[in-house]
């Protein structure tokens, strides 16, 4: 999420604070009932809102579930309709520190019915520590392999060209049991970042 620019990255995490700042009084919530219901401090999420702080991935998607919104509501910009594609240099990077695990988005910064996106795993990576579910379809595609996915109470080895629809509230998380990087591109409805 961050550049190597300190004077940008300290205007993208204002302007990050801003909009978590707005979805919250959208919402009616004071910063306490904010904090409570993402499991942050009000410390912290007042840092955040004003810019000081730098909220992991982690801390962005559980404040945006405490929202009800999408993560892509807080790096969504006013955007000209022709600025429609997503350039390789200028994808939007989600990282997470504790992780080997990279998120690029391949859809616009925009608020849609659908997701494009690709997750890099390094080798003996996963998604996410303990398998999730959510309430969107899911579809992906393998670039690499091998790579496992732990669906519900199976695990499918998925190799190169491999593809996979994974249903709604089907709980299931990617592993990277290789030696090599493994991208998994895929498209979710509705958004999860």
Not at 94 to 106: A, R
Request: with cysteine.
């Amino acid at each position: 999420m961050a550049t190597s620019d300190p004077e940008a990255n300290a205007a993208e995490a204002l302007s990050l604070g801003t909009k978590i700042r707005t979805e919250r009084l959208k919402k009616r919530f004071n910063l306490r009932q904010l904090a409570n219901a993402a499991g942050v401090t009000p410390s912290l999420l007042s840092q955040i809102e004003r810019g000081i702080a730098n909220p992991s991935l982690k801390t962005l998607r559980s404040i945006a579930s405490a929202l009800e919104v999408p993560v892509t509501v807080f790096f969504g910009d006013t955007v000209d309709p022709e600025q429609q594609i997503v350039r390789k240099h200028a994808r939007r990077r989600l990282t997470s520190p504790e992780s080997d695990v990279v998120y690029e988005l391949l859809s616009p910064r925009l608020q849609r019915q659908i997701e494009f996106a690709v997750m890099i795993l390094k080798p003996g990576a996963s998604s996410v520590p303990e398998p999730m579910s959510h309430g969107g379809e899911e579809c992906a595609l393998v670039e690499g392999g091998p790579v496992q996915l732990h669906l519900d109470e199976t695990v499918f080895e998925l190799k190169d060209g491999d593809s996979v629809f994974i249903p709604p509230y089907s709980r299931h998380r990617w592993v990277n049991p290789g030696q090599t990087t493994v991208r998994v591109i895929f498209a979710v409805t509705p958004p999860l970042f």
